[in-house]
């Protein structure tokens, strides 16, 4: 959890330094920086890689009191959860692609601003785990407000790059 925290907090500014090379790192290589769609998938196929290289170790040498596992098993075992993981990777691959579109045309600091992780993690918690069922109308209603800002950000912010 930690480093997926750490990946995810560096990636907006590691992706910025690629693209604008602001510290002017790249430029004292005789470098040009990357652009738009180079950087990005240049970085989602590192996440990938990485991602493939940690689940296949800790496959091999689970941790203490986990049994050990292969490509093999994974393959051969039933559904465990595995529709959920492609829809948290489709989702996750939606939101992606939705920020470094809003980035390239509003700037990445900006996209940053309006990161819809809390939205995304209510609608999950809602339509999959049941979560405020049997909640009162005001909880409705500041959830409603909050998907009504989000919304109204990204208009205002589309509409200021015109």
């Known amino acids: 959890a930690a480093v997926g925290g750490l990946c995810f907090g560096f990636f907006s500014p590691a992706f910025n330094v690629a693209v604008n090379d602001e510290l002017g790192w790249i ?3 005789g470098g040009k ?3 738009l769609f180079a950087a990005n998938l240049c970085f989602c196929l590192c996440f990938t890689a990485s991602g493939w290289a940690a689940n296949l170790a800790l496959m091999a040498c689970p941790p203490p009191g986990a049994a050990s596992s292969s490509l093999q098993d994974y393959l051969r075992s039933g ?4 529709l959920f993981a492609v829809l948290a990777g489709g989702m996750c691959a939606l939101g992606n692609g ?3 579109f809003g980035g390239s045309l509003a700037g990445f600091a900006a996209a940053d601003l309006v990161q819809a992780y809390p939205l995304v993690g209510t609608v999950w918690g809602i339509g999959c785990f049941g979560e405020f069922r049997g909640a009162s109308r005001r909880v409705y209603c500041l959830l409603g407000g909050m998907y009504a800002a989000f919304i109204a950000a990204i208009c205002l912010l589309a509409i200021s790059v015109q």
């Open 33 to 35: 920086p990357l652009g």
């Open 98 to 100: 939705a920020q470094f």
């Open 79 to 82: 559904r465990n959860g595995r």
């Open 27 to 29: 430029q004292r290589t």
